[in-house]
C-alpha cells in the first residue's frame, strides 16, 4: 500500500510542478516536419532493431528468480530508508509545487 502512495505522489509532484498556463504562440514548431520525419526514422530504426533481436532471441525462456513479492519485501526491508527518503522529498516537492501554484494565482489575479 506504502508504495502505490509514494507512486501517486510522483505523478502529482510531476502534475504540479508543471507550467499550467498555455504558451501564447502556437503549440506546433514551425519546424514539425522535420520532428516528424526524425521520429519516423528513429521509429523505423527501432523497428529494424526489435526485429532482428527476434530471431537471437531463444524461443524457451527461463522463469525469473526474483518475484514481484521478493520485490516488495526488499522494499519495506533493506531499501525501506531510501524508500522513506523518496517520499520525504517527494512531500517537499508537492507542497513547495502548491505554494508556488498559489503564489501565481495571487500574482495573475
Not at 502505490?4 to 509532484?13: K, N, P, R, S
Not at 522494499?75 to 524508500?83: E, F, W
Not at 523518496?86 to 489575479?109: D, P
Request: charged fraction near 15%.
Amino acid at each position: 500500500m506504502y508504495i502505490g502512495a509514494v507512486a501517486i505522489l510522483i505523478v502529482f509532484a510531476i502534475l504540479l510542478t508543471r507550467g499550467a498556463e498555455l504558451p501564447k504562440e502556437g503549440v506546433f514548431s514551425r519546424t514539425w516536419p522535420v520532428g516528424l520525419v526524425i521520429a519516423a526514422a528513429v521509429f523505423a530504426v527501432l523497428e529494424w532493431a526489435v526485429l532482428q533481436s527476434v530471431r537471437a532471441v531463444p524461443q524457451q525462456t527461463a522463469v525469473p528468480a526474483i518475484s514481484v513479492h521478493d520485490i516488495g519485501v526488499a522494499l519495506v526491508g533493506r531499501y525501506v530508508l531510501p524508500l522513506e527518503i523518496v517520499a520525504l522529498l517527494l512531500t517537499a516537492a508537492t507542497i513547495g509545487a502548491v505554494i508556488v501554484a498559489m503564489h501565481e494565482k495571487e500574482r495573475t489575479r
